[in-house]
């Protein structure tokens, strides 16, 4: 399979503070990659979708100036979290396909937030 | 709007015990259905995708199988290491949610030794 990769694992920051959580493709190039917000045990909720080159399009209900969102080349694309509260803090998740495998995404390992 | 649907929402399981889990689903325009494993605090893993009704995908002890409304994910003598939260999405072919996956809820499974 693919590889993806998500940095940083685990953050903590403190309210008022920015992030920034960087998802590279490191074999293939991503011609889409999307940025997913996972709550405990519960499913994967699509936050939006990049494509490289162009700005993003973000679901209903996500607020494009709290999560900003990069997609400057087809290997890596940023989320930054601005002006972080404690109710962002959450699993953020990236995904990215291209390459020619299809409609398969292919997910990084995550980024633990923690806004104190 | 896509549906996805997982049963059971969690399944406990002998080493060696068989079982399947369930995946029903309604989408305008199906691309793709699509299995991942997701260990507690990483990010999904890919497992299967099918396209169309009646094909089916097989990896070590796993085995995904397709119809026009459900997918199976069939766990054949399951080992503890296959313990893990198994999610179902599907794509969209259409319009604005081309490419996009909406996944259901998850199957958290355990198998114990």
């Known amino acids: 399979g693919a590889v993806v990769s998500q940095h940083p694992s685990w953050v903590i920051c403190k309210s008022g503070t920015s992030v920034k959580i960087e998802c590279r493709s490191l074999d293939f190039q991503a011609t889409t990659m999307f940025w997913y917000r996972q709550f405990p045990k519960q499913s994967l909720m699509l936050m939006a979708t990049?494509?490289?080159?162009?700005?993003?399009?973000?679901e209903q209900g996500v607020e494009k100036d709290k999560f900003l969102i990069n997609h400057a080349s087809l290997t890596l694309s940023t989320l930054t979290v601005t002006s972080a509260h404690p109710e962002d803090s959450s699993f953020y998740i990236c995904s990215a396909k291209g390459g020619g495998r299809g409609n398969i995404q292919y997910f990084g390992a995550g980024t633990r937030l923690s806004v104190l | 709007e896509d549906q996805v649907t997982q049963s059971p929402e969690a399944l406990r399981l002998q080493e060696g015990e068989s079982s399947s889990l369930n995946c029903s689903y309604t989408v305008s325009g199906l691309r793709g259905l699509f299995w991942y494993r997701q260990d507690p605090g990483k990010g999904p893993e890919f497992l299967f995708t099918?396209?169309?009704a009646g094909e089916e995908k097989e990896k070590e002890r796993l085995k995904a199988t397709l119809t026009k409304k459900e997918s199976f994910l069939h766990i054949t003598a399951p080992k503890p290491e296959d313990s893990a939260t198994y999610l179902c999405a599907v794509g969209n072919a259409g319009g604005t949610s081309y490419g996009k996956l909406t996944f259901g809820q998850g199957t958290i499974l355990t198998v114990h030794p």
């Open positions: 990049s494509n490289e080159g162009s700005k993003a399009t973000y």
């Open positions: 099918l396209y169309s």
